[in-house]
């Protein structure tokens, strides 16, 4: 890799990574440019020249935030050799992530709704879609034996992703809610939602 390349690598990884410290230290009020700035040492001019503002900055984050958790639920999935157990592995491991991960899930789930993201679909999509689409495949030969219900794709992302995004949005903004039990009782009531 050329020097002015892996430079240029260098200062966008550490720009999200002050970015992400920025949000989990200071919260959605404190995450400003001049914050992530000041904590990366990385000139203002840097930032606009590799996000093209503090909206692309903060997509490009939830981007790689959302990549890394999709990536920690489709490699377990794809381990799985039952429809219940590849439900047990993305709802575990979902968990897992929240807990081992919170400024990740937080800066995830502070985003979901943020205006900054349509302006930035494609970007997002770049990194989201991959991912989904293996757990797609995965699916789709469970939905075809009649093990899974056949519901368009959006509609059973809700069912599998979305109490435990629910739970774990709850838990991240300092709900008294155990994990531990939610990965035991969970993935049953979410298999009941899903099975034909």
């Given at each position: 890799?050329?020097?002015?390349?892996?430079?240029?690598?260098?200062?966008?990884?550490?720009?999200?990574?002050?970015?992400?410290?920025?949000?989990?230290?200071?919260?959605?009020?404190?995450?400003?440019?001049?914050?992530?700035?000041?904590?990366?040492?990385?000139?203002?001019?840097?930032?606009?020249?590799?996000?093209?503002?503090?909206?692309?900055?903060?997509a490009a984050l939830y981007a790689r935030c959302m990549a890394d958790l999709l990536d920690e639920l489709v490699a377990p999935l794809e381990r799985a050799r039952t429809p219940r157990g590849g439900v047990r592995a993305v709802v575990t491991a979902y968990l897992r992530f929240v807990q081992e991960q919170p400024a990740r899930a937080r800066f995830v789930h502070a985003s979901a709704y943020a205006g900054y993201l349509p302006a930035h679909a494609a970007a997002v999509a770049e990194a989201k879609?991959?991912?989904?689409?293996?757990?797609?495949?995965?699916?789709?030969?469970?939905?075809r034996a009649g093990s899974i219900v056949d519901l368009p794709d959006p509609l059973t992302e809700m069912l599998l992703i979305g109490p435990v995004a629910e739970l774990s949005r709850r838990w991240l903004a300092g709900a008294d809610i155990d994990l531990a039990k939610a990965a035991r009782v969970l993935p049953d009531r979410i298999w009941a939602s899903l099975q034909r």
């Open positions: 890799m050329p020097p002015k390349q892996r430079r240029g690598e260098e200062t966008t990884r550490r720009l999200l990574d002050a970015a992400l410290a920025v949000h989990d230290e200071a919260g959605r009020d404190g995450f400003t440019v001049q914050a992530v700035v000041s904590a990366s040492g990385v000139s203002l001019g840097s930032l606009y020249h590799h996000f093209g503002s503090v909206d692309g900055l903060a879609e991959p991912r989904m689409a293996r757990m797609s495949r995965w699916l789709a030969p469970h939905v």
